[in-house]
Nanobody
Framework: QFQLAESGGGSVQAGDSLSLTCSTS????????MGWFRQPPGKEREFVAG???????AYVQDSLKGRFTVSKAASNTFHLQMNSLKHEDRAVYYC??????????????????WGQGTQVTVSS
């Protein structure tokens, strides 16, 4: 059974950096796509970044480019590096998985196998 687990969240000050980790376990196709999403308080889940399982191609939400980057750290681990954090970046961050046909998708409904999420709090 394929499972995802997010970690690395915490409470920081505006302007600080955090690196989140998505750890995967179980069987997965090498053609699949991993996605990072976040859910701010009282809002719907929104797209942050996506990356192919191989790590050789990625895309980031336009409004987050320059501050957020996504990468593959190891055979089954992905990172979301968040720099210059802002108060509005506070949310629960999730990673999810989808098939290769959805590469480029920014819709949460296209992804699944969500982890439990990791809380990011940014104080202004």
């Amino acid at each position: 059974q394929f499972q995802l687990a997010e970690s690395g969240g915490g409470s920081v000050q505006a302007g600080d950096s955090l690196s989140l980790t998505c750890s995967t376990s179980g069987r997965i196709l090498s053609s699949s796509v991993m996605g990072w999403f976040r859910q701010p308080p009282g809002k719907e889940r929104e797209f942050v970044a996506g990356i192919r399982w191989t790590g050789n191609s990625a895309y980031v939400q336009d409004s987050l480019k320059g501050r957020f980057t996504v990468s593959k750290a190891a055979s089954n681990t992905f990172h979301l590096q968040m720099n210059s954090l802002k108060h509005e970046d506070r949310a629960v961050y999730y990673c999810g998985n989808t098939n290769s046909r959805n590469y480029g998708s920014r819709r949460a409904r296209d992804f699944g196998s969500w982890g439990q999420g990791t809380q990011v709090t940014v104080s202004s």
